[in-house]
């Protein structure tokens, strides 16, 4: 989460009891949209544009990191806490605002035998914009 400064706008974005555990808000602010989400209790807020086509990037479904150690035996971890583009499918680390998956960089390959394999890419795409979230009189308050 950033930290906020002397210099930025407090927003209060709504009662701490409308946005539990779980949920997102997306509040539109003179003219930018941010996404608020509720992490288990820590609050995190970013820029509700995706940095690809300029897609609602909150809007579009939660899900995690897919990790596994060989083929075959897929894992998802921290569920919840990477968003995903609803246009594209690039996907965002919802604490960090980072890139963590970019399926314009995953090509299938394809060998003599005849079978294709998925080789990984990198996740790099960008980052989105993350802003300060605080709790602050039972009210969810954003910097920007
Ligand atoms: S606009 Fe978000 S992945 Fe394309």
């Not at 995706?50 to 579009?60: F, R, S, T, W």
């Not at 968003?83 to 394809?110: A, L, M, Q």
């Amino acid at each position: 989460m950033a930290a906020a400064t002397n210099t930025q706008m407090r927003l209060v974005v709504c009662p701490a009891a409308e946005l539990p555990p779980g949920s997102r808000r997306i509040i539109e602010h003179e003219g930018r949209s941010i996404g608020v989400f509720n992490l288990g209790g820590q609050l995190f807020a970013l820029k509700n544009v995706c940095p690809h086509k300029y897609a609602p990037l909150c809007e579009g479904p939660l899900t995690g990191l897919a990790t596994g150690d060989r083929p075959g035996t897929p894992a998802l971890e921290r569920v919840g806490e990477i968003v995903r583009c609803p246009w594209h499918g690039w996907e965002f680390d919802i604490r960090t605002g980072r890139s963590v998956f970019n399926p314009h960089r995953v090509r299938t390959k394809s060998y003599p035998a005849g079978f294709e394999c998925i080789e990984p890419g990198g996740g790099a795409a960008g980052s989105v914009e993350t802003f300060a979230v605080a709790l602050e009189d039972r009210h969810v308050v954003i910097y920007i």
